[in-house]
Protein backbone atom coordinates (compact mmCIF):
# COMPACT_ATOMS: atom_id res chain seq x y z
CA UNK A 1 0.00 0.00 0.00
CA UNK A 2 1.21 3.45 -1.20
CA UNK A 3 1.47 6.23 1.75
CA UNK A 4 -1.65 7.88 0.20
CA UNK A 5 -3.85 4.91 0.59
CA UNK A 6 -2.56 4.56 4.43
CA UNK A 7 -3.40 8.23 4.73
CA UNK A 8 -6.96 7.78 3.47
CA UNK A 9 -7.42 4.37 5.33
CA UNK A 10 -6.09 6.14 8.96
CA UNK A 11 -8.44 8.92 8.78
CA UNK A 12 -11.33 6.54 7.17
CA UNK A 13 -11.08 5.30 10.48
CA UNK A 14 -10.88 7.68 12.45
CA UNK A 15 -14.14 9.01 10.91
CA UNK A 16 -16.13 6.06 11.92
CA UNK A 17 -14.69 5.44 15.45
CA UNK A 18 -15.57 9.58 16.15
CA UNK A 19 -19.15 8.84 14.61
CA UNK A 20 -19.36 5.64 16.21
CA UNK A 21 -17.78 6.44 19.88
CA UNK A 22 -18.09 10.46 20.72
CA UNK A 23 -20.23 9.99 23.67
CA UNK A 24 -17.55 8.19 25.36
CA UNK A 25 -15.49 11.36 25.39
CA UNK A 26 -16.70 14.06 27.97
CA UNK A 27 -18.67 16.44 25.68
CA UNK A 28 -18.09 19.92 26.37
CA UNK A 29 -18.76 23.42 24.72
CA UNK A 30 -21.83 24.48 22.28
CA UNK A 31 -23.79 23.15 19.65
CA UNK A 32 -25.92 25.41 17.71
CA UNK A 33 -29.56 23.69 16.30
CA UNK A 34 -30.99 25.48 13.62
CA UNK A 35 -34.81 25.27 13.07
CA UNK A 36 -38.09 27.30 12.24
CA UNK A 37 -39.50 25.57 15.39
CA UNK A 38 -40.82 28.52 17.28
CA UNK A 39 -45.03 28.22 17.13
CA UNK A 40 -47.18 26.35 19.87
CA UNK A 41 -46.10 22.56 19.25
CA UNK A 42 -42.86 22.60 17.56
CA UNK A 43 -41.18 24.76 19.84
CA UNK A 44 -42.43 22.30 22.96
CA UNK A 45 -41.24 19.37 20.77
CA UNK A 46 -37.77 20.94 20.48
CA UNK A 47 -37.50 21.60 23.94
CA UNK A 48 -38.18 17.98 24.78
CA UNK A 49 -35.27 17.05 22.58
CA UNK A 50 -33.18 19.77 24.21
CA UNK A 51 -33.97 18.32 27.97
CA UNK A 52 -33.27 14.93 26.77
CA UNK A 53 -29.82 15.79 25.52
CA UNK A 54 -28.63 18.39 28.62
CA UNK A 55 -29.46 15.81 30.83
CA UNK A 56 -26.67 13.54 28.89
CA UNK A 57 -24.70 15.83 28.04
CA UNK A 58 -24.72 18.93 30.81
CA UNK A 59 -21.65 20.36 29.59
CA UNK A 60 -22.87 21.39 26.36
CA UNK A 61 -24.54 24.80 25.96
CA UNK A 62 -27.62 24.47 23.40
CA UNK A 63 -27.95 27.07 21.26
CA UNK A 64 -31.14 27.37 20.03
CA UNK A 65 -30.97 29.35 16.53
CA UNK A 66 -34.69 29.42 15.72
CA UNK A 67 -36.14 31.97 12.05
CA UNK A 68 -39.79 32.03 12.29
CA UNK A 69 -42.10 31.44 9.67
CA UNK A 70 -44.11 28.00 8.84
CA UNK A 71 -42.67 25.84 6.07
CA UNK A 72 -39.31 27.21 6.69
CA UNK A 73 -40.39 30.37 4.24
CA UNK A 74 -37.63 32.35 6.12
CA UNK A 75 -35.37 29.68 7.58
CA UNK A 76 -34.38 28.26 4.51
CA UNK A 77 -33.17 31.76 2.91
CA UNK A 78 -31.20 32.32 5.97
CA UNK A 79 -29.91 28.71 6.36
CA UNK A 80 -28.29 28.96 2.45
CA UNK A 81 -26.61 32.40 2.60
CA UNK A 82 -24.94 30.69 5.60
CA UNK A 83 -23.96 26.85 3.97
CA UNK A 84 -23.08 29.39 0.98
CA UNK A 85 -20.99 31.62 3.48
CA UNK A 86 -18.76 28.86 4.89
CA UNK A 87 -20.55 29.21 8.09
CA UNK A 88 -23.13 26.25 8.63
CA UNK A 89 -25.18 25.83 11.72
CA UNK A 90 -23.72 22.72 13.63
CA UNK A 91 -26.99 21.36 12.68
CA UNK A 92 -29.83 22.16 10.76
CA UNK A 93 -34.11 21.36 10.08
CA UNK A 94 -34.44 19.74 6.31
CA UNK A 95 -37.12 18.12 4.74
CA UNK A 96 -36.20 14.34 4.38
CA UNK A 97 -36.17 13.72 0.03
CA UNK A 98 -35.22 16.31 -2.70
CA UNK A 99 -34.93 19.07 -0.33
CA UNK A 100 -32.18 17.41 1.95
CA UNK A 101 -30.55 15.22 -1.77
CA UNK A 102 -30.78 18.07 -4.45
CA UNK A 103 -30.26 21.28 -2.40
CA UNK A 104 -27.50 20.20 0.19
CA UNK A 105 -26.10 16.23 -0.23
CA UNK A 106 -25.69 16.01 -4.70
CA UNK A 107 -23.99 19.81 -3.90
CA UNK A 108 -21.32 18.34 -1.22
CA UNK A 109 -22.45 20.21 1.49
CA UNK A 110 -23.22 17.41 4.05
CA UNK A 111 -21.33 14.45 5.42
CA UNK A 112 -22.52 10.84 5.23
CA UNK A 113 -23.84 9.34 8.33
CA UNK A 114 -24.42 5.80 7.13
CA UNK A 115 -22.26 4.64 10.42
CA UNK A 116 -24.12 6.10 12.74
CA UNK A 117 -27.29 4.54 11.01
CA UNK A 118 -25.64 0.90 11.31
CA UNK A 119 -24.16 1.39 15.00
CA UNK A 120 -27.54 3.28 16.21
CA UNK A 121 -29.43 -0.08 14.56
CA UNK A 122 -31.85 2.61 12.57
CA UNK A 123 -32.00 0.52 9.71
CA UNK A 124 -33.86 -1.86 11.74
CA UNK A 125 -36.09 0.20 13.22
CA UNK A 126 -36.88 2.90 10.17
CA UNK A 127 -39.49 2.24 8.05
CA UNK A 128 -37.84 1.41 4.13
CA UNK A 129 -39.94 4.41 2.90
CA UNK A 130 -38.01 6.25 5.41
CA UNK A 131 -35.36 5.50 4.66
CA UNK A 132 -35.47 5.90 1.11
CA UNK A 133 -36.19 9.91 1.38
CA UNK A 134 -32.71 10.38 3.43
CA UNK A 135 -30.65 8.36 1.19
CA UNK A 136 -28.66 8.95 -1.84
CA UNK A 137 -26.15 7.05 -4.29
CA UNK A 138 -25.89 4.27 -1.42
CA UNK A 139 -25.50 6.75 2.08
CA UNK A 140 -27.57 8.18 4.95
CA UNK A 141 -27.13 12.03 4.73
CA UNK A 142 -29.78 12.88 7.57
CA UNK A 143 -31.39 11.50 10.55
CA UNK A 144 -35.49 11.93 10.54
CA UNK A 145 -37.23 12.66 14.31
CA UNK A 146 -40.77 12.44 12.97
CA UNK A 147 -43.21 11.84 10.13
CA UNK A 148 -46.25 14.26 9.54
CA UNK A 149 -49.27 13.81 7.93
CA UNK A 150 -50.29 17.31 5.40
CA UNK A 151 -53.69 16.03 4.24
CA UNK A 152 -55.55 16.77 7.37
CA UNK A 153 -59.25 18.61 7.59
CA UNK A 154 -58.85 19.73 11.15
CA UNK A 155 -62.61 21.03 13.03
CA UNK A 156 -63.82 22.26 15.67
CA UNK A 157 -66.13 19.57 17.07
CA UNK A 158 -68.35 21.58 19.42
CA UNK A 159 -69.10 23.65 16.55
CA UNK A 160 -70.48 20.65 14.18
CA UNK A 161 -72.06 18.69 17.21
CA UNK A 162 -74.15 21.94 18.03
CA UNK A 163 -74.98 22.19 14.27
CA UNK A 164 -75.85 19.14 13.68
CA UNK A 165 -72.80 18.46 11.35
CA UNK A 166 -70.20 15.72 10.34
CA UNK A 167 -66.44 15.89 8.80
CA UNK A 168 -67.58 15.86 4.72
CA UNK A 169 -65.85 13.58 3.00
CA UNK A 170 -66.47 15.09 -0.81
CA UNK A 171 -65.63 18.65 -1.82
CA UNK A 172 -69.55 18.69 -2.44
CA UNK A 173 -70.30 17.93 0.87
CA UNK A 174 -67.57 20.47 1.95
CA UNK A 175 -69.40 23.21 0.54
CA UNK A 176 -72.77 22.36 1.56
CA UNK A 177 -71.26 22.35 5.44
CA UNK A 178 -69.26 25.39 4.72
CA UNK A 179 -73.00 27.28 3.70
CA UNK A 180 -74.19 25.82 6.67
CA UNK A 181 -71.36 27.30 8.85
CA UNK A 182 -71.82 30.35 7.00
CA UNK A 183 -75.75 30.78 8.06
CA UNK A 184 -75.42 30.35 11.90
CA UNK A 185 -72.23 33.08 11.56
CA UNK A 186 -69.64 31.56 12.23
CA UNK A 187 -66.37 31.14 9.83
CA UNK A 188 -66.41 28.10 7.82
CA UNK A 189 -62.65 28.01 6.73
CA UNK A 190 -59.85 29.45 9.20
CA UNK A 191 -55.98 29.83 7.25
CA UNK A 192 -53.36 32.24 7.92
CA UNK A 193 -51.51 32.76 4.81
CA UNK A 194 -48.85 35.41 5.46
CA UNK A 195 -45.79 33.68 5.36
CA UNK A 196 -47.05 33.01 1.32
CA UNK A 197 -46.85 28.84 1.57
CA UNK A 198 -50.67 28.30 3.55
CA UNK A 199 -52.49 28.32 0.43
CA UNK A 200 -49.85 25.86 -1.65
CA UNK A 201 -50.53 23.54 0.92
CA UNK A 202 -53.96 23.35 0.53
CA UNK A 203 -53.99 23.36 -2.94
CA UNK A 204 -51.28 20.13 -3.29
CA UNK A 205 -53.90 17.98 -0.50
CA UNK A 206 -56.74 19.34 -3.49
CA UNK A 207 -54.53 18.15 -6.36
CA UNK A 208 -54.48 14.67 -4.40
CA UNK A 209 -58.09 14.84 -4.35
CA UNK A 210 -58.77 15.50 -7.69
CA UNK A 211 -55.53 13.32 -9.02
CA UNK A 212 -55.64 10.17 -6.86
CA UNK A 213 -52.30 9.34 -5.26
CA UNK A 214 -51.04 7.82 -8.68
CA UNK A 215 -52.21 11.23 -11.20
CA UNK A 216 -50.58 13.31 -8.07
CA UNK A 217 -47.42 11.90 -7.57
CA UNK A 218 -47.08 12.44 -11.31
CA UNK A 219 -47.27 15.99 -11.53
CA UNK A 220 -43.66 15.67 -9.93
CA UNK A 221 -42.36 13.11 -12.41
CA UNK A 222 -43.92 14.49 -15.86
CA UNK A 223 -46.23 11.31 -15.96
CA UNK A 224 -49.31 13.54 -15.11
CA UNK A 225 -49.51 17.03 -17.71
CA UNK A 226 -50.10 20.06 -16.10
CA UNK A 227 -52.67 20.80 -18.62
CA UNK A 228 -54.70 18.29 -17.04
CA UNK A 229 -58.49 19.43 -16.52
CA UNK A 230 -58.13 18.13 -12.95
CA UNK A 231 -55.53 20.47 -12.52
CA UNK A 232 -58.59 23.01 -13.27
CA UNK A 233 -61.05 21.73 -11.02
CA UNK A 234 -58.51 21.49 -8.63
CA UNK A 235 -57.73 25.60 -8.97
CA UNK A 236 -61.19 25.98 -9.13
CA UNK A 237 -62.16 24.50 -5.57
CA UNK A 238 -59.22 26.46 -4.35
CA UNK A 239 -60.64 29.46 -5.74
CA UNK A 240 -64.60 28.76 -4.26
CA UNK A 241 -62.39 27.60 -0.46
CA UNK A 242 -61.30 30.97 -0.66
CA UNK A 243 -64.59 32.79 -0.36
CA UNK A 244 -65.38 31.14 2.87
CA UNK A 245 -62.54 32.17 4.47
CA UNK A 246 -61.56 34.24 7.71
CA UNK A 247 -61.22 38.07 6.01
CA UNK A 248 -57.67 38.85 7.96
CA UNK A 249 -56.05 35.68 6.38
CA UNK A 250 -53.45 37.11 4.53
CA UNK A 251 -52.37 39.21 8.23
CA UNK A 252 -52.50 35.82 10.24
CA UNK A 253 -49.45 32.63 9.98
CA UNK A 254 -50.67 29.59 10.04
CA UNK A 255 -50.62 29.39 14.11
CA UNK A 256 -52.72 32.78 14.77
CA UNK A 257 -55.43 31.98 13.01
CA UNK A 258 -56.19 28.63 14.34
CA UNK A 259 -57.54 31.06 17.77
CA UNK A 260 -60.56 31.02 15.62
CA UNK A 261 -60.85 27.27 15.89
CA UNK A 262 -60.27 26.76 19.46
CA UNK A 263 -62.88 29.48 20.23
CA UNK A 264 -65.46 28.57 17.91
CA UNK A 265 -65.21 31.29 16.12
CA UNK A 266 -64.66 29.67 12.97
CA UNK A 267 -65.10 25.98 12.51
CA UNK A 268 -62.83 23.90 9.74
CA UNK A 269 -59.08 24.24 8.27
CA UNK A 270 -56.22 22.39 6.34
CA UNK A 271 -53.38 21.83 7.29
CA UNK A 272 -50.80 18.89 8.39
CA UNK A 273 -50.51 17.67 11.62
CA UNK A 274 -48.70 20.37 13.42
CA UNK A 275 -51.89 21.88 13.75
CA UNK A 276 -52.22 19.00 16.77
CA UNK A 277 -49.36 19.73 18.26
CA UNK A 278 -50.30 23.55 18.41
CA UNK A 279 -53.79 22.42 19.65
CA UNK A 280 -52.39 20.65 22.49
CA UNK A 281 -49.84 23.36 23.45
CA UNK A 282 -53.01 25.63 23.97
CA UNK A 283 -54.95 23.43 25.85
CA UNK A 284 -57.61 21.96 23.20
CA UNK A 285 -57.19 18.67 23.05
CA UNK A 286 -60.77 17.96 22.36
CA UNK A 287 -60.17 18.72 18.39
CA UNK A 288 -61.38 17.18 15.33
CA UNK A 289 -59.79 15.51 12.39
CA UNK A 290 -60.55 13.90 9.06
CA UNK A 291 -58.37 12.95 6.12
CA UNK A 292 -58.89 16.23 3.48
CA UNK A 293 -62.15 15.57 1.53
CA UNK A 294 -61.72 12.76 -1.17
CA UNK A 295 -57.96 12.45 -0.06
CA UNK A 296 -59.38 8.90 2.60
CA UNK A 297 -56.83 6.30 2.15
CA UNK A 298 -53.61 8.37 1.13
CA UNK A 299 -51.22 9.62 3.41
CA UNK A 300 -49.56 13.00 2.16
CA UNK A 301 -46.23 12.21 4.29
CA UNK A 302 -42.87 14.67 4.93
CA UNK A 303 -40.47 14.22 7.46
CA UNK A 304 -38.51 16.25 9.84
CA UNK A 305 -34.63 15.63 9.63
CA UNK A 306 -31.23 16.60 11.06
CA UNK A 307 -28.01 15.73 9.51
CA UNK A 308 -23.77 17.18 9.46
CA UNK A 309 -23.25 20.24 7.68
CA UNK A 310 -19.26 19.55 6.77
CA UNK A 311 -16.85 22.54 8.45
CA UNK A 312 -19.34 22.80 11.30
CA UNK A 313 -17.77 23.69 14.36
CA UNK A 314 -19.00 21.21 16.58
CA UNK A 315 -18.68 17.80 15.41
CA UNK A 316 -18.77 15.42 18.06
CA UNK A 317 -21.75 17.87 20.09
CA UNK A 318 -24.12 17.19 16.61
CA UNK A 319 -23.54 13.37 16.33
CA UNK A 320 -24.68 12.97 19.67
CA UNK A 321 -27.74 15.20 18.91
CA UNK A 322 -27.96 12.90 15.97
CA UNK A 323 -28.23 10.09 18.46
CA UNK A 324 -30.46 11.33 20.69
CA UNK A 325 -32.97 12.21 17.52
CA UNK A 326 -33.06 8.88 15.95
CA UNK A 327 -33.37 6.80 19.88
CA UNK A 328 -36.61 5.47 21.07
CA UNK A 329 -36.35 8.29 23.89
CA UNK A 330 -36.13 11.01 21.62
CA UNK A 331 -38.67 10.08 19.02
CA UNK A 332 -41.36 9.51 21.85
CA UNK A 333 -40.27 12.85 23.74
CA UNK A 334 -40.62 14.87 20.47
CA UNK A 335 -43.55 13.35 18.88
CA UNK A 336 -46.02 13.64 22.00
CA UNK A 337 -45.79 17.37 21.87
CA UNK A 338 -45.35 17.54 17.91
CA UNK A 339 -48.67 16.35 16.83
CA UNK A 340 -46.86 13.88 14.27
CA UNK A 341 -45.59 10.38 14.45
CA UNK A 342 -42.10 8.77 15.39
CA UNK A 343 -39.70 7.77 12.20
CA UNK A 344 -39.16 4.42 13.88
CA UNK A 345 -41.48 1.67 14.91
CA UNK A 346 -40.64 0.17 18.46
CA UNK A 347 -41.76 3.22 20.06
CA UNK A 348 -44.38 2.78 22.71
CA UNK A 349 -47.62 3.83 20.80
CA UNK A 350 -50.02 4.07 24.27
CA UNK A 351 -48.06 7.09 25.37
CA UNK A 352 -49.51 8.91 22.67
CA UNK A 353 -52.80 11.11 22.45
CA UNK A 354 -55.44 9.47 20.34
CA UNK A 355 -54.83 11.53 17.04
CA UNK A 356 -51.01 10.20 16.71
CA UNK A 357 -52.30 6.74 17.60
CA UNK A 358 -55.21 7.05 14.70
CA UNK A 359 -52.31 8.60 12.45
CA UNK A 360 -49.69 5.77 12.99
CA UNK A 361 -52.87 3.65 11.75
CA UNK A 362 -53.31 5.23 8.69
CA UNK A 363 -49.60 5.23 7.89
CA UNK A 364 -49.21 1.46 8.47
CA UNK A 365 -52.00 1.12 5.81
CA UNK A 366 -52.29 4.17 3.18
CA UNK A 367 -51.00 4.83 0.12
CA UNK A 368 -48.13 7.33 1.24
CA UNK A 369 -47.41 10.51 -1.47
CA UNK A 370 -44.60 12.96 -1.21
CA UNK A 371 -45.65 16.40 0.02
CA UNK A 372 -43.78 19.00 -2.28
CA UNK A 373 -44.26 21.80 0.00
CA UNK A 374 -42.58 20.18 2.40
CA UNK A 375 -39.65 19.34 0.29
CA UNK A 376 -40.55 15.95 -0.12
CA UNK A 377 -41.59 15.44 -3.75
CA UNK A 378 -39.26 18.31 -6.05
CA UNK A 379 -36.21 20.43 -5.83
CA UNK A 380 -36.68 23.42 -3.75
CA UNK A 381 -36.43 25.55 -6.79
CA UNK A 382 -39.75 24.73 -8.05
CA UNK A 383 -41.50 24.40 -4.91
CA UNK A 384 -40.95 28.14 -4.04
CA UNK A 385 -42.36 28.72 -7.62
CA UNK A 386 -45.17 26.92 -7.02
CA UNK A 387 -45.68 28.42 -3.63
CA UNK A 388 -45.42 31.78 -5.57
CA UNK A 389 -47.98 30.92 -8.04
CA UNK A 390 -50.41 29.85 -5.90
CA UNK A 391 -50.27 32.32 -3.33
CA UNK A 392 -50.55 34.99 -6.09
CA UNK A 393 -53.37 33.20 -7.38
CA UNK A 394 -55.05 33.76 -4.19
CA UNK A 395 -54.96 37.32 -4.30
CA UNK A 396 -55.78 37.44 -8.22
CA UNK A 397 -57.92 33.90 -8.93
CA UNK A 398 -57.49 34.30 -12.73
CA UNK A 399 -57.65 30.02 -13.01
CA UNK A 400 -56.44 29.87 -16.72
CA UNK A 401 -53.21 32.22 -15.95
CA UNK A 402 -52.73 29.62 -12.97
CA UNK A 403 -52.66 26.98 -15.16
CA UNK A 404 -50.63 28.06 -17.77
CA UNK A 405 -47.87 29.46 -14.97
CA UNK A 406 -47.86 26.03 -13.16
CA UNK A 407 -47.38 24.29 -16.73
CA UNK A 408 -44.26 27.09 -17.31
CA UNK A 409 -42.76 26.41 -13.73
CA UNK A 410 -42.90 22.52 -14.60
CA UNK A 411 -40.83 23.20 -17.51
CA UNK A 412 -38.71 25.06 -16.09
CA UNK A 413 -37.89 22.42 -13.22
CA UNK A 414 -37.30 20.34 -16.38
CA UNK A 415 -39.92 18.15 -15.83
CA UNK A 416 -41.82 18.67 -19.66
CA UNK A 417 -45.44 19.22 -20.55
C1 LIG B 1 -43.25 22.05 8.06
C2 LIG B 1 -42.42 21.25 9.04
C3 LIG B 1 -43.20 20.99 10.27
C4 LIG B 1 -43.88 22.24 10.81
C5 LIG B 1 -44.51 23.10 9.71
C6 LIG B 1 -44.99 24.46 10.13
O1 LIG B 1 -42.53 22.33 6.91
O2 LIG B 1 -42.05 20.06 8.45
O3 LIG B 1 -42.37 20.41 11.24
O4 LIG B 1 -42.98 22.92 11.55
O5 LIG B 1 -43.63 23.27 8.64
O6 LIG B 1 -43.94 25.28 10.51
Redesign the pocket.
Known amino acids: MNRNKWVSLIVSLLLVFSLSFPAFAQLKGEIEIF???T?GG?AEGLQALFDIYTKKYPDVKVINATVA????TNAKAVLKTRMLGGDPPDTF?V?AGKELTDTWVKTGFMEPLTDLFKSEGWLKVMPKGILDIVSYRGNYWSVPV?I?RANVLWYNKKVFKDNGLTPPKTFDEFFKVADALKAKGVIPFVLGTKDG?EAAHVFETILIAKLGAEGYKGLWTGKTKWSNPKVTEALEILKKLFTYINPDHSAAT??EAYQYIISGKGAMSIM?D?AA?YFFSKGYPDFGWAPVPETAGVFDA???SFGLPKGCKNRDNVIAFLRVLGSKEGQEAFNIK?G?IPARTDINKNLFPEYQKSCMEDWMKDTIVP?V???AAAAEGWVTEFKDVISLFIARPDISTTQKALIQIANRAGVKQ
Open positions: SWWAEGGAGQHNHWWDGWGLSDKSSIHG
